[in-house]
């Protein structure tokens, strides 16, 4: 059985940072793409960031370019989303996601399985 769960969400001032974890169990971790979403209240789920099965190759959504970083540990299962200079706007609930098709994927429609979700919320 396949779970993804995501740790690390929480509260924190605008100019703040949080780290998002996201372990994975029941798949062969290094044959999977992973993916961050985020849906915030009263709106769809968006794309964030991805990184492919072999972690050569990450795409970041434009809003968080140069903010935000994917990154995986094999060793632990487990794909992080550091988040550094938080704005209000980016206070959503968090998913991650993973897919066995090739390379990144921005699309939801392309992943097989999903996180619960963790609440970030940036106060201003």
């Known amino acids: 059985q396949v779970q993804l769960v995501e740790s690390g969400g929480g509260l924190v001032q605008a100019g703040g940072s949080l780290r998002l974890s996201c372990a994975a169990s029941?798949?062969?971790?290094?044959?999977?793409?992973m993916g961050w979403f985020r849906q915030a209240p009263g709106k769809g789920r968006e794309f964030v960031a991805a990184?492919?099965?072999?972690?050569?190759?990450?795409y970041y959504e434009d809003s968080v370019k140069g903010r935000f970083t994917i990154s995986t540990d094999y060793a632990r299962n487990t794909v992080y989303l550091q988040m550094n200079s938080l704005k209000p706007e980016d206070t959503a609930v968090y998913y991650c996601?993973?897919?066995?098709?090739?390379?990144?994927?921005?699309?939801?429609?392309?992943?097989?399985?999903w996180g619960q979700g963790t609440q970030v919320t940036v106060s201003s």
């Open positions: 996601a993973a897919t066995g098709r090739v390379g990144v994927r921005t699309n939801e429609d392309d992943y097989d399985y």
């Open positions: 029941g798949l062969t971790f290094s044959r999977y793409s």
């Open positions: 990184i492919n099965w072999s972690g050569g190759t990450l």
